[in-house]
Every structure is written in structure tokens, then in C-alpha cells.
Nanobody, 123 residues
Framework: QVQLVESGGGLVQAGGSLRLSCAAS????????MGWFRQATGKEREFVGA????????FYADSVKGRFIISRDNAKNTVYLQMNSLKPEDTAVYYC????????????????WGQGTQVTVLS
């Protein structure tokens, strides 16, 4: 069993940066690929990016590619989402998720979800 807790959300001006963290409990954290998703008000949850269990070769949604960076530190049981050049359309609740063996953009392939953290980008 893995429990996930996100932090680091907040208000930021367009063009600014934020770093989200996702702290995991449970010794099996390092066995899972981890993903970040987001959900804007009135919209479906969408894939942001994902990373392998070893921390290699993240991949991203086209909407964030070149601006967002995912990393993980298995020694700290933590995965990060560095968000740069933020845009108002990045405003959403951001969730980390874990569970699949391989990184996936598909929501239902993830077994474990955090409670989410709000990111609001002001224009």
C-alpha cells in the first residue's frame, strides 16, 4: 500500500515557477512508475507527465513539454514536478499517482492517488 501527499501548490503570476512535491509512504514506492495529472474546474482529469521507477526518461503531455520537469528521489520517497513558464491555462488541481510498472498517460492504470494541490496562475 502506498499513500501519497502533494504539496507546493499556490498562487503564481504567469511566467513564474512552482515546484510540487509528492511524498509517499510505504516501502514499495520505488517499485512503481509515478505520474502527475491535473484537473481544471469543469474539465476531466488530464495527464501531465510520468516517470519510470528508476527516475529515467520522463515523458510529458504536449501542453507542458519543455516547461515542466518530473524527477524522483527514491531515497526520500518523493517525486517532484518542476513547473516553469507557467500559463493561466495551467491552473488546476494537480495530483500525483502511482501504481503501474511502466509510466502511463492513462488514469485508470494508477492505483494510488494523492489528495491534490491547487495551482493558480494569474494573468
Amino acid at each position: 500500500q502506498v499513500q501519497l501527499v502533494e504539496s507546493g501548490g499556490g498562487l503564481v503570476q504567469a511566467g513564474g515557477s512552482l515546484r510540487l512535491s509528492c511524498a509517499a509512504s510505504g516501502r514499495t514506492f520505488r517499485n512503481y512508475a509515478m505520474g502527475w495529472f491535473r484537473q481544471a474546474t469543469g474539465k476531466e482529469r488530464e495527464f501531465v507527465g510520468a516517470i519510470t521507477w528508476s527516475g529515467g526518461t520522463p515523458f510529458y503531455a504536449d501542453s507542458v513539454k519543455g516547461r515542466f520537469i518530473i524527477s524522483r528521489d527514491n531515497a526520500k520517497n518523493t517525486v517532484y514536478l518542476q513547473m516553469n513558464s507557467l500559463k493561466p491555462e495551467d491552473t488546476a488541481v494537480y495530483y500525483c499517482a502511482g501504481g503501474p510498472v511502466f509510466p502511463s498517460p492513462i488514469t485508470h492504470e494508477y492505483d494510488y492517488w494523492g489528495q491534490g494541490t491547487q495551482v493558480t496562475v494569474l494573468s
